[in-house]
């Protein structure tokens, strides 16, 4: 049994049906990334998968249990988080204040302090300025933020929209370092990245959404190789 499965998955807005029947399984310890162009539904899959929207049909099981029947804090307490494209970091809190946000269903401070020192070791800027507030942080600090909040919940499956949406090329480079970290301690991630040839060579496996169905499905390394891949989404 896969530790993530969506089966037949369909979401709409409104009237306006915008997955249309989403198949993707995620193994326990994987990376992998959803590819596709802008409104291909991607952040829609994540945020079905965490609860914030619910499907109009099919299924999405998490270590054999139903996800698409409970709501989202349930969802983070049973180990999924998702990191939101755009960051969303609570710019007139604290950075401390906003990981201590991140622990919200955490009853075992010992167990969130733990947490918080291991996020201080992988992102140091974050202890350096733990008693700043948020809104004051560069975009790639607020980035480090919204990933760090994440984890604060001590998530078995991080969800990542556009970790490296708008940073500097030196910024991406660490935040991707810093997937394949958090990765590392055993933290299985879906990343949803506009950079698609770093996405790739970070995950296991990936998946291109095309208009709201998944038209290819395969190793990261098959999918660099493919010629289609290559002139649609890396540039050839
Ligand atoms: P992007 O990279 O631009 O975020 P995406 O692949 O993540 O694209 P989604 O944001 O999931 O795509 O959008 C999928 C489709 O749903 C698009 O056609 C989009 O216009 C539509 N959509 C997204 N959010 C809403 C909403 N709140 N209300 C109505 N339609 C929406």
Do not use: C
């Amino acid at each position: 049994m896969s530790l993530l499965t969506l089966s037949d998955i369909r979401v709409r807005y409104g009237s306006v049906e915008v997955l249309h029947g989403i198949n993707l399984r995620v193994e326990e310890g994987e990376i992998v990334t959803i590819l596709g162009a802008n409104g291909a539904g991607k952040t829609t899959t994540l945020t079905t998968i965490s609860g914030l929207r619910k499907p109009s049909g099919g299924s999405i099981l998490f270590q054999g249990r139903p996800l698409h029947t409970i709501p989202s804090h349930e969802i983070v307490r049973l180990g999924i988080t998702q990191s939101p494209e755009g960051r969303r970091v609570f710019g007139t809190l604290s950075v401390r204040e906003n990981l201590d946000l991140g622990a919200f269903t955490s009853k075992d401070r010992g167990r969130s302090a733990k947490i918080r020192k291991w996020i201080f070791d992988l992102f140091p800027r974050l202890a350096e300025r733990e008693g700043q507030l948020a809104g004051t942080l560069s975009g790639g600090e607020q980035q480090m933020l919204a990933i760090a909040r994440a984890l604060m919940a001590d998530p078995k499956v991080l969800l990542l929209d556009e970790p490296s949406l708008g940073l500097a090329p030196l910024l991406v480079r660490s935040i991707f370092d810093s997937v394949r970290k958090i990765n590392r301690q055993g933290v299985t991630v879906i990343l949803v990245e506009q950079n698609a040839r770093a996405a790739l060579k970070l995950a296991a496996r990936g998946y291109v959404l095309e208009v709201g169905k998944v038209v290819m499905e395969d190793r990261a390394e098959n999918l660099l190789a493919d010629a289609s891949v290559r002139e649609a989404y890396l540039g050839g």
